[in-house]
């Protein structure tokens, strides 16, 4: 993109987004900010009451003050609830494992927003996400791995599309976290020693089965265990557990310190299936799985071959073979067995450091 042209960064209060927004005005860019109002805590429950949109919006303010670029809050309340808040709930009503991380960036950041700079005369859009967007030769775009691997957040770009990427910005993809850190520190942005946020994305502190109560009723049955059908115990509702959930199932351990896991939901009978978590239990691990709902960065793999996947966020980059079957749906098999993936939940596919797409365990 030439230098002329104008780019709007989502400023999110975090360090990360007000370096990019900084290294763009130092770079020649005609820079603007804004937040992104996704949510708001009179939403009708106090369970919100530690979202931190508040003191998001005045950090990025005062990065934006500092920096002497032009600042709004984009109001997008209501996009969010139906394009994030809907998907996340109904993704847990059905016993899956949605990800709304990931149809943040690809609903919100890169869709709703991106289509708001568009209507403002913005040439792309801007975030503080650690991975990098290159432009070939033929005009199209890729996305690769952020250069620092502790921080690498490609993952959660699997389900951007190429009309998305190509107006895109990613200025700190090339550096590590400390030097973001320290270049913020240099230039004395407001945030610079703030702490980076946690947890999903719209709940900050706020625990997801405080959240979910709030929109699922509860709905008690037996806790039972693999093979045997033994009855060890009650549980709240279904939608409160995962597969490989170890955590909060309320069955204690055995004398010989082996701790239960959740292996399988079964709806029909309201059952939460736990076994010990061994190698062996059934429904934790497995190497096969499908994917569906295939969305691709560029463009689509179509043939048989081998490939990367990252099976979740953090996990790291492992060998799969990869087979493309009929309506966006493809077969994978990882060369060593993976704990616990559920489904709904992203497979995130690379070529090396590119991102070539993703899709949901189904």
């Known amino acids: 993109m030439s230098q002329s042209s104008r780019i709007l960064v989502a400023l999110s209060g975090g360090v990360d987004s007000a370096v990019a927004a900084l290294l763009l005005k130092q770079q020649g860019y005609d820079v603007s900010a804004a937040y992104m109002r996704t949510w708001m805590n009179e939403e009708g429950s106090d369970i919100l009451a530690d979202c931190p ?38 993704g847990y009503r059905q016993g899956i494992t949605p990800n709304p991380d990931i149809m943040c960036n690809r609903e919100m950041k890169f869709g709703v927003f991106r289509d ?46 190429q009309e998305q990427l190509r107006d895109a910005l990613f200025p700190i993809g090339e550096l590590l976290k400390p030097r973001v850190r320290k270049i913020a520190l240099e230039n004395q942005l407001p945030n610079a020693a703030r702490k980076d946020s946690q947890g999903i994305c719209f709940l900050g502190k706020v625990n997801i089965n405080d959240f979910l109560r709030y929109y699922i009723p509860d709905r008690p049955g037996k806790i039972v265990r693999a ?11 279904l939608h409160h557990f995962t597969l490989g959930q170890r955590q909060g199932i309320g069955v204690p351990s055995n004398t010989d310190n082996e701790h239960f896991v959740v292996v399988s ?38 043939e048989q071959r081998t490939l990367q996947a990252r099976a979740r966020y953090r996990d790291p980059p492992v060998e ?15 060369c060593d067995p993976q704990r616990a993936l559920a489904v709904g939940q992203v497979c995130a596919l690379y070529d090396g450091s590119t991102l070539l797409g993703g899709g949901f365990y189904s």
């Open 116 to 161: 708001y700079a568009r209507r403002n005369g913005f040439s792309a859009v801007a975030t503080g996400h650690y991975c990098r967007r290159v432009e070939n030769p033929d005009g199209s775009c890729d996305l690769l791995a952020g250069l620092d691997p502790n921080k690498d957040q490609s993952y959660f770009l699997a389900l951007v599309r």
């Open 265 to 302: 939901k079964d709806f029909d009978t309201n059952h939460l299936v736990i076994a010990f978590d061994h190698h062996d239990s059934p429904g934790l691990w497995g190497q096969s799985f499908t994917l569906e709902r295939l969305s691709w960065v560029n463009q689509p793999v179509d």
């Open 320 to 334: 799969i073979n990869f087979q493309p079957v009929e309506n966006g749906r493809a077969k994978i098999n990882f």
């Open 53 to 90: 949109w508040e003191e998001d919006i005045r950090q990025a303010k005062a990065v934006a003050a500092h920096l002497g670029i032009d600042f709004e809050v984009v109001n997008l309340i209501q996009d969010y609830r139906e394009r994030v808040v809907q998907y996340l709930v109904d």
């Open 227 to 237: 093979g045997t059908g033994e009855i060890l115990g009650e549980h709240r509702g």
